[in-house]
């Protein structure tokens, strides 16, 4: 049974008590805000997203992230085909998303949270790395999840 206060996301796991909106916009915007400028994924983003759509960009991210670990439902949108668009998109880039994407969560959240959103990204990170693959005709069958502990940060 749970405790008073407690919240369960629609999967049934409990929500850690200190995750809330702030808490995922906060990880949102200090990761993209290092991310646009990064050496190695940041030319990806200033190419995509516009300077104008920027802000679009960030919000519809923090409902993604909000939908993923809170279950609010809020994000309907479908990432896998704007990635599948950037044809220079490779592991490089996977790799230096999520050493950039674990500091910040660590640097953001309590460590039961961080691991969280770590989880969760290596999870999209791996996804898109399959889903890419495939729409490229390579063989998917030897690609090994990244982790974002052991990704390379390549300045």
């Known amino acids: 049974m749970n405790e008073p206060g407690q919240r369960l996301h629609l999967s049934g796991r409990l929500i850690p008590q200190q995750l809330d909106e702030a808490m995922v916009a906060a990880v949102v915007d200090d990761f993209y805000a290092k991310a646009r400028i990064d050496p190695v994924i940041g030319p990806i983003f200033v190419r995509v997203i516009p300077d104008a759509e920027w802000r679009a960009h960030l919000d519809a991210i923090a409902d993604f992230w909000s939908s993923m670990l809170l279950g609010t439902r809020r994000y309907a949108g479908r990432p896998m085909p704007k990635h599948l668009a950037i044809a220079d998109l490779a ?14 969560a660590e640097t953001v959240c309590p460590p039961e949270i961080a691991a969280l ?35 390379r940060a390549r300045d």
């Open 91 to 104: 592991d490089v880039h996977f790799e230096r998303w999520l050493a950039l994407f674990r500091e910040t």
């Open 117 to 151: 959103f770590v989880d969760r990204a290596e999870r999209i990170a791996q996804s898109f790395r399959l889903g890419i693959a495939f729409q490229r005709g390579e063989d998917t069958t030897g690609i090994e999840p990244l982790r974002a502990g052991q990704a």
